[in-house]
C-alpha cells in the first residue's frame, strides 16, 4: 500500500506533463502487480473512485469495457447543477449535497465547469406558477447557503421577452433568471481518470471483466480481456468494486450467477443538437413540456442548441439505446410550441444521442415514474465482497467516490482517511484567472473560435497541445470544416489521453460527432491520418478503424423509426 503523501508528491505539475505510460506497460502492470482496489467501470463514478482512492495511498487499478465515458457520463445534459427539479419531489438533501458539488467543481476544474444563467419563463395555466416558481427559488439559493453564482431574479414578462426574444409571447406572465453551470460531462470523465493515471493508478481502457476471480467464497480479483490485442490476464486485488452504471446488474450476475440482480432500473434520456441561430436562445430555459408538463431544457451549446430531455422507463440494453423518432419528434414539438417562429423538424436535428440513467431500484419508492424517481446513490457489499454502486448522478459523482473508497477502506480494515479530492484541482484546473487565459490563447491561437475550445477542454495545458502545431504546421488544420478541433489534438489524445480509436477522439474527447451532419465521418478521415503512424495502424488496419468508426456512429447516433 502506497503513502497518501507519496501519491501526492507524484502528481505532475502542470509544466511538465508526461505521456501516459504505454499500453503494454499497463498490461504487464494489471497481470503481475497486486492491488489494494480494482475498480471496474470507467464512467464519472469509477473514475472519480480511482483518483481518490489513489490520492488516498491505495495501490488502485481501473478498467473499462470501451472507452471512458463512453456510457452514460457521455450523453447527459452536460450539467452541473443543484437539481431545482428534486426540490418538487421533496429531495432537500440530494439538493443542498448537488448545490455544494457544483460550488467545488466550479473551482477545481473552471474550465471544465462553467457557469450558466437559465431562464425559466411562466405562461397563464402553468403548473408551476409565478409565486411557486419564486417560492422554490428562494428555497435553492437557500439551499444553495446564498453561494451560487449569483442569487435568482423576478423578471416580469417585459424582462423576460428582452432576455429571450424568440419565446412564445402569448400568455406570458413573467418568470426569473437563475444559475446552474454547464460541463463537458466525457471531459469531465476523462480528467478524473487522467488525475488517477497521473497520481499512479493503473487505468485501462478497451477492457472487460469477463468472471470474477473468487478464492473460498471471496472475489480476489478478475479475468480481464484486452479487446485490442486479445491478451487475457488476471488482475489481483483486495477488494473489488462496481461501478458500471446501467450495466451494474451485469456483473452482479458474475458475482452471483443463480441470483436475481436487479439493483438498476433505467430511465432513457434523449437529447437532440440543433443549429442555435434555429432557436436564437440566449440562454439556457427550463420550460414545462406542453405535451406533458415535464421540465425540459433548452441549453446553449456554442453554435448549437441542444433540446433535451425525455425520461422514461426503458429494459433497452445500454450499449444499444439511442433516440426514436417519437422521441425526437416529442422534444421538437415541445420547443416548437415556445419558439413558434422556429418552426424546427426533423432536417434540423443535426444529431440526436440517448443514455440510461442507472439509477437505484429503491429510489423508485414503490412507483414507476422515472421523473420522481430519488437521484441518490446507494452501495451494497455482495456475499463475495464485491462493493457496487448504483444510482446518483453527474453533479455528486465526487462525493459517490468518496462514499465508495470509505467503503473501501471499511472493507479492508484500514481508518478512514479524508478524501483529497476535496480540494485538489482536477488535471488543467489550476487556472487563478480563466478569463485571462482565454484572452491568452486568443493571443497566441489567433483564432477565438480554436482559442476558447482549447482553454475549455485543455484547461492549463491548452499550450502543451497548441505547441504541437509549432512542430507540425499541418497539424494546425480541422478535423472538420466550421468546427474548432485540430489535428493536433489527436496527437495529444494519442499521446496523453488515453485515446486508442477514432471514436476515443471523436465521439469522447472532443464532440465532432455531436455537431456535424455526417457524425464526425469526414472528421474520422483526417484523423486517421495523424494516428494512423502514431498507433502503427498499416492501411488495411486503417480502412477496419474507419469501418469500426461508422458503426459505432450509427449504434449511438442512428434514430430508431419506433419507440424502443
Known amino acids: 500500500m502506497r503513502s497518501e503523501s507519496v501519491a501526492l508528491r507524484q502528481l505532475s505539475a502542470e ?10 506497460e499497463r498490461l504487464k502492470a494489471l497481470a503481475t502487480e497486486e492491488f489494494d482496489l ?63 458539488e457544483r460550488r467545488r467543481l466550479l473551482k477545481l476544474a ?81 480528467a478524473n481518470a487522467l488525475g488517477a493515471s497521473e497520481a499512479g493508478a493503473v487505468v485501462l481502457n478497451h477492457a472487460s471483466v469477463q468472471r470474477l476471480d473468487v478464492v473460498d467464497g471471496k472475489a480476489r ?24 452504471g446501467p450495466w451494474s446488474d451485469e456483473i452482479r450476475k458474475l458475482d452471483a450467477p443463480d441470483g436475481n440482480a436487479h439493483a438498476v432500473r433505467g430511465s432513457k434520456g434523449v437529447h437532440v443538437a440543433v443549429p442555435r441561430k434555429r432557436l436564437g436562445n440566449h440562454d439556457a430555459l427550463t420550460l414545462l413540456s406542453p405535451k406533458d408538463g415535464r421540465v425540459m431544457f433548452v441549453l446553449p451549446a456554442d453554435d448549437f ?34 419558439f413558434p417562429e422556429a418552426h424546427l423538424t426533423r432536417e434540423d436535428v443535426v444529431s440526436a444521442w440517448a443514455g440510461i440513467r442507472p439509477l437505484s431500484a429503491s429510489g423508485y419508492h414503490g412507483t414507476t415514474d422515472a421523473g420522481s424517481a430519488s437521484r441518490e446513490h446507494h452501495i ?78 485543455y484547461g492549463s495545458r491548452w499550450r502543451r497541445v497548441w505547441a504541437l502545431t509549432r512542430e507540425d504546421a499541418s497539424l494546425a488544420r480541422p478535423l472538420a470544416p466550421g468546427l474548432p478541433y485540430r489535428a493536433a489534438e489527436a496527437v495529444w489524445g494519442v499521446t496523453h489521453e488515453l485515446v486508442h480509436t477514432l471514436s476515443d477522439l471523436l465521439i469522447r474527447r ?23 503512424p502514431r498507433l502503427g495502424w498499416d492501411e488495411a488496419e486503417t480502412r477496419r478503424q474507419l469501418d469500426t468508426y461508422a458503426s459505432d456512429a450509427l449504434r449511438i447516433f442512428g434514430i430508431d423509426s419506433a419507440e424502443s
Open 15 to 24: 509544466g511538465d506533463i508526461p505521456p501516459t505510460k504505454p499500453r503494454s
Open 38 to 100: 480494482l475498480i471496474i467501470g470507467g464512467g464519472v463514478t469509477g473514475a472519480g473512485s480511482a483518483r481518490d482512492a489513489v490520492l488516498r495511498g491505495l495501490k488502485v487499478a481501473l478498467v473499462e469495457r470501451e472507452d471512458f465515458a463512453s456510457g452514460t457520463s457521455s450523453r447527459s445534459s452536460r450539467l452541473i447543477h443543484g437539481g431545482l427539479r428534486y426540490l418538487e419531489h421533496g429531495h432537500l438533501g440530494l439538493v443542498f449535497e448537488s448545490s455544494i
Open 110 to 190: 473552471p474550465h471544465l465547469v462553467r457557469p450558466l444563467a437559465f431562464v425559466w419563463p411562466v405562461y397563464a395555466g402553468a403548473r408551476v406558477p409565478r409565486w411557486k416558481l419564486n417560492a422554490g427559488l428562494m428555497l435553492y439559493d437557500a439551499l444553495s447557503l446564498f453561494r451560487n453564482v449569483k442569487g435568482y431574479q423576478r423578471l416580469n414578462r417585459d424582462q423576460l421577452h428582452q432576455s429571450e426574444p424568440g419565446l412564445r409571447t402569448d400568455g406570458l406572465k413573467g418568470g426569473a433568471r437563475y444559475y446552474d453551470a454547464a460541463t463537458d460531462d466525457a471531459r469531465l470523465t476523462l
Open 221 to 244: 480479483g478478475a479475468i480481464v480481456v484486452d479487446h485490442l490485442t486479445g491478451q487475457q490476464l488476471t488482475v489481483r486485488a483486495r477488494a473489488i468494486v462496481n461501478a458500471t
Open 305 to 338: 442548441t441542444i433540446i433535451g430531455t425525455t425520461e422514461t422507463s426503458t429494459r433497452a440494453h445500454p450499449a444499444e439505446v439511442r433516440a426514436s423518432e417519437t422521441d425526437v419528434a416529442y422534444l421538437l414539438e415541445s420547443a416548437n410550441a415556445f
Open 380 to 457: 451494497d457489499l455482495s456475499p463475495t465482497g464485491v462493493l457496487a454502486i448504483s444510482g446518483g448522478k453527474l453533479t455528486t459523482y465526487r462525493v459517490m467516490a468518496r462514499d465508495v473508497v470509505d467503503a473501501v477502506e471499511k472493507h479492508l480494515g484500514q481508518p478512514r482517511r479524508k478524501a483529497p479530492t476535496e480540494s485538489l484541482p482536477l488535471p488543467g484546473g489550476d487556472i487563478p484567472d480563466l478569463n485571462a487565459e482565454l484572452a491568452a490563447a486568443r493571443d497566441v491561437v489567433g483564432d477565438a473560435a480554436t482559442a476558447t475550445h482549447l482553454v475549455r477542454a
Open 510 to 532: 472532443l464532440k465532432v460527432a455531436f455537431e456535424t451532419r455526417d457524425l464526425g465521418r469526414g472528421a474520422a478521415q483526417v484523423a486517421a491520418e495523424v494516428m494512423a
